[in-house]
């Protein structure tokens, strides 16, 4: 079968947590290639909410394995503190979770690194999530980044803690910021070490091997496409490659294993954080998105900005990713609009342009140019028959397939694994089907 990366083609927060939840029965091994546990992907399951960060969602299906890449920014704490509220779902797994010894450690030091570096920025700030993700990837680039496999030899995790150390309290002293205890973060890390060794591995080679056996995987991205530490609106992005190109870097596997990407893509658009967003509404429209779609961070709890849908973006990333098929998620958000508007382009400083500009000083100057498209008015929630969904959606789907020229293969209508359409003919050759349907009950 295919190896399929699920990615987000905004600014994240497009539903990729239930996406990948439902197509996991159709696939082996579940896999994460970027990112940390700035991440929140939000599962229902049997009535009960699930978030999680760090952990790939394939998690909660049982025999299921699940990696994590050298791609990642690795919270130890993150990990053991979601490895325990997991307990209870889809089974133990000690035996079926490998953690990349390339994966770049978050450190107690790189929050307060954070912190200094946003408010130095004061009203140009980032937004983070604070939780370290960035300076852990610039660590990784200055080539002074701590990896998951130096906990194996406490040693060299010492030797390589101690000239980082006495560099970071430097900078924190001259900031006027209290020193981290090196002595305190060996200790705690040591005891991380003896918990999670058994999780360290060669991802690389497993996949290969995996992949060499006829073993299928699914590529879990975080964030969105939008986000792209070099694709996405810079420098109101995150610090890694969260496109397609992040898979193969991200894992060790070369990009001939990748045989489709999959963006998921929500019917509006949302984002948390600082940044352009040429389509934001703030008036009751907005609210009335913000509250019927629960729009809140799953990992910081912020209010996600929330706007209509923007065409050129969307095109974009469909672009940079090499996206040919979509999931829509969250259009029953917009059963109750009269008429509901969607960017088709921008006009910037007297003209019109048709693609996405990233960089922030052009996005702030567009203004978005709107096509009217008449609302449903009718609740898509467990429609299930392609058949029977009113005329008007069918048309804003349509309308999305034209501009971003992608096709829709699967639509999301609630939070649950039945609240979805899988249009089975666009799906054909990509997801295991009936092994996914099986489960769809
Ligand atoms: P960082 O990833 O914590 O460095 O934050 C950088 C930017 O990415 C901020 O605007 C965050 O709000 C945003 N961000 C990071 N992770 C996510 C996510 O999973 N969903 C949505 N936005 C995110
Ligand atoms: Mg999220």
Redo the contacts with the bound molecule.
Sequence with gaps: MANVVVL?TQ???EGKGKIVDLLTPGFDIIARYQ??H????TVCLRGRKIVLHLIPSGILHSGKLCVIGNGVAFSPSAFLKEAAALEGFGGSFDDRLVISRGAHLILPYHPVA?KIAEERKGAKK?????????PSYEDKVARCGIRVGDLLDLEVFREKLTLNIAEKNALFQAAGFPAVDGEEVYREFAGHAARISKYIGDVSLLLHRKMGEGKSVLFEG???AL?DIDHGTYP?????NSTAGGVATGLGIGPTRIDEVLGVVKAYT??????PFPTETQDDRGRLISERGNEF????G?P?RCGWFDAPAVAYSCRVNGIERLVLTKPDILDVFEEIPVCIGYDYKGSSLSLFPPEPWILEKVVPRYRMMKGWKTPLQHLTDRRRLPAAFLDYIKLIEDEVEARVCLVSTGVERKDSLLFEEELEGVVDLGRVKKDLV
């Excluded at 961070?297 to 910081?300: D, E, K, N, R, V």
Aim: no cysteine; aromatic share 4%.
């Design positions: 987000g600014w994240g927060d990112g940390g700035n991440a929140g992907h954070e980032i937004g983070t999530t604070s939780l370290g993700i960035g975080a964030q969105g986000l109101f992005v995150t610090s890694s949302t984002r948390v954080g600082s940044g961070g799953a990992t910081t912020r996600r």
